[in-house]
């Protein structure tokens, strides 16, 4: 449904659609300080929120819904391990060093013809 700036926050508006349900109303608030601090981008609030009451409501929360340092934190930590990954899955596989030619070999006591 969008959001409403207020002050250093944003609450992010749901509606939440259930079959045979009336459509219930849900706002998830994320202070923008914690955006900053965990570097994740602001863009990604809506899909947070979304995810932090998805959680909240399978668990049948009751009060505020709030995307926490913690839920910012984790979120962030998943992204960078994702990067890890992709970045560790694109570098090229190790090549071995080809032997080195064996050293000529030489017979004492034999110059053939030298």
Known sequence: MG?????N???FQFNVLEKGQPSRHFVVT???????AN???L????????SKLT?????????????TATDLR???DAVSLAKAQRAE???PPRRRTPPTAPAEKSFPGRTFGY
């Open 89 to 91: 899955m694109r570098k």
């Open 74 to 76: 984790e979120h962030a």
């Open 30 to 36: 994320a202070d923008l300080g914690l955006f900053l």
């Open 9 to 11: 926050a944003r609450a």
């Open 3 to 7: 959001f409403e700036q207020r002050q």
């Open 39 to 41: 570097r994740v981008a």
């Open 43 to 50: 863009q990604e609030g809506p899909s947070l929120s979304a």
């Open 55 to 67: 959680a909240d409501l399978a668990r049948n929360f009751q009060g505020e819904h709030e995307l």
